[in-house]
């Protein structure tokens, strides 16, 4: 997906936080584009690209732009998304970055372990079993 989600990340909230109609035209190029192109089966953006990160970064930029617009496009695209992911994450688990942002897990090297919930698809997303002592609280 490139670097678009990462791009709207700062533009989307720049535009309405400035009141500008053209930074906010701009954005809206974009955010027309992810809504127009989710799939059926609710996955959007680059078919050859399966990272979860990058859709991770463009779900909360259109959380933003709901938050400033009012758009209700955004909360049916986002159920009909996480449906998707709910079916396609036993089959394709998260890893890489989509791994870090999707799990609270922390690196081995601080020692933490990784329990898994037993039951709902919240069970293949691994969370923290305790933290690492260099969290203050």
């Known amino acids: 997906m490139g670097a678009g989600p990462y791009y709207l990340g700062g533009l989307v909230p720049l535009a309405y936080t400035l009141g500008s109609t053209e930074l906010q035209a701009k954005a809206r190029k974009w955010i027309e584009a992810i809504?127009?192109?989710?799939?059926?089966?609710?996955?959007?953006?680059?078919e050859r690209d399966l990272?979860?990160?990058?859709?991770?970064?463009?779900l909360k930029v259109l959380t933003q732009h709901?938050?400033?617009t009012g758009d209700e496009r955004v909360a049916p695209f986002l159920r009909r998304y996480f449906?998707?992911?709910?079916?396609a994450l036993p089959g394709r688990p998260l890893s890489g970055w989509g791994g870090r942002g999707g799990q609270r897990t922390c690196c081995r090297s601080c020692g933490c372990t990784t329990a898994r919930a037993t039951?709902?698809?919240a069970g293949a997303i691994p969370i923290t079993g305790r933290r690492p002592a260099r969290w203050s609280s």
């Open 83 to 87: 449906e998707h992911q709910r079916a």
């Open 35 to 46: 809504l127009g192109g989710q799939r059926a089966d609710g996955q959007f953006g680059p």
């Open 51 to 58: 990272d979860w990160w990058p859709r991770m970064v463009a």
């Open 66 to 68: 709901a938050d400033a």
């Open 119 to 121: 039951s709902g698809w």
